[in-house]
């Protein structure tokens, strides 16, 4: 009798259902066995996280439990990963549990860190959570006059042109209240790229401009003066704030850090980005990583969780074998008011940018209702 090759996912964001429900769709039945690990038993959609369409949703309505997203036949423990040994290919948890596997997948393998800049939890808002959003649009709802920086640090989680949207979104709101020449809009970027591609940098640039939103690159974010309203930089500089939305940095989990996991030049975790594979091991499986950053963004992972699955199938039920995975970023960016292009970018630098069109993709992006509606199938 076949033993079943045993899938252990590590997370408990949209990444680990979207590929744990796409492996048992595609292995044969009895072929293999998925199980999820993950500490939170509820999930919330990270891309519904934005400031104009969250009062399209409600905080029980953007939640739902892992239960009921994952299919009948794949496991859930709900404990935390604290170490992972490569060499005998087994995950230990929080809760004592010994979970072996034939094939792993990593899905949280890093997480916002906000205690690298000093202050954040006195003055800072953000968007990392539904909380966050709604508590960052009662601000701007009662705001009048005075500065609004956005800051997005290189190593953050978020795109950023989640960033760049959410300072068009907000100065296209106060436009629409008539007191837009009375607030100041900053984007900050910790990087002096700001997504890494030259071209789509230019862009950005030249449409902030156009709209008299600031630009600032360059500055890494240390910490808050809050008797000042400050935020400071390494390099002792200061930019003024009435409102500071914070993209904060992060950091490795610490079960990727007692692993010793083979580092790039770049330091970041050593990914064949033909096959999402870590680098010596081609059991474990990396999502999220975009060549040079790792992202939670929704539609990279969509795609990785796609080719993923195909491979685990192919490797344990003959499922037809996909070819190397080809990252694209797939995404879409205000250019105006009610207008927006689609940005499509390679991992070779190349970009297309669509024709600025009157949209409502706002609420197709970033509402809840992306992922029970036009998006389900893919996701589920």
């Not at 496991?75 to 948890?93: A, G, H, M, Q, Y």
């Not at 929704?298 to 685990?312: H, T």
């Amino acid at each position: 009798m076949k033993v079943s090759d045993r899938v252990v996912i590590l997370g408990d964001g949209e990444s680990a259902v979207m590929v744990a429900n796409k492996i048992v769709q595609k292995a044969a039945r009895g072929d293999v066995e998925v199980i999820v690990v993950g500490k939170n038993k509820r999930l919330e959609f990270s891309d519904s996280n934005i400031f104009v369409p969250v009062s399209l949703i409600d905080q029980g309505s953007s939640r739902r439990n892992l239960d009921s997203l994952l299919r009948m036949n794949v496991t859930f423990i709900r404990d935390e990963p604290v170490s992972l040994n490569l060499k005998d290919n087994i995950v230990n948890t929080k809760g004592g549990k010994i979970i072996r596997y034939d094939h792993i997948i990593l899905t949280d393998y890093m997480r916002p860190d906000p205690s690298k800049i000093v202050g954040y939890n006195e003055d800072a808002r953000s968007i990392e959570t539904l909380e966050g959003a709604m508590s960052l649009k009662e601000d701007l709802s009662n705001f009048k006059k005075g500065d609004i920086v956005i800051y997005h640090d290189n190593t953050s989680l978020f795109n950023p042109l989640n960033s760049v949207n959410l300072a068009i979104n907000i100065f296209n709101y106060f436009q629409s209240k008539g007191n837009g020449n009375d607030i100041k809009i900053n984007c900050v970027f910790s990087s002096e790229l700001i997504s890494g591609n030259k071209e789509l940098d230019g862009i950005i640039e030249s449409t902030l401009k156009s709209m008299g939103i600031e630009l600032t690159k360059g500055f890494k974010l240390t910490g808050f003066n809050v008797k000042n309203k400050e935020l400071q930089s390494s390099d002792g500089k200061a930019i003024k704030y009435d409102i500071p939305v914070i993209f904060s940095p992060s950091s490795y989990s610490s079960y990727v850090e007692s692993a010793n996991f083979p580092k790039a030049d770049s330091g970041n975790i050593e990914v064949n980005m033909k096959d999402l594979t870590l680098k010596g091991f081609d059991n474990v499986f990396i999502m999220g990583y975009e060549g040079t950053s790792f992202t939670n963004y929704w539609k990279v992972n969509r795609g990785q969780a796609d080719f993923i699955s195909s491979r685990i199938a192919f490797m344990v039920s003959g499922y037809p074998e996909p070819d190397h995975y080809v990252y694209t970023y797939d995404s879409v960016m205000i250019k105006g008011k009610e207008l927006a292009s689609s940005i499509i970018s390679s991992l070779d630098g190349k970009l297309v940018e669509g024709r600025p069109s009157r949209t409502d993709y706002l609420v197709a992006l970033y509402s809840h209702e992306a992922f029970f509606g036009t998006y389900a199938l893919g996701f589920i």
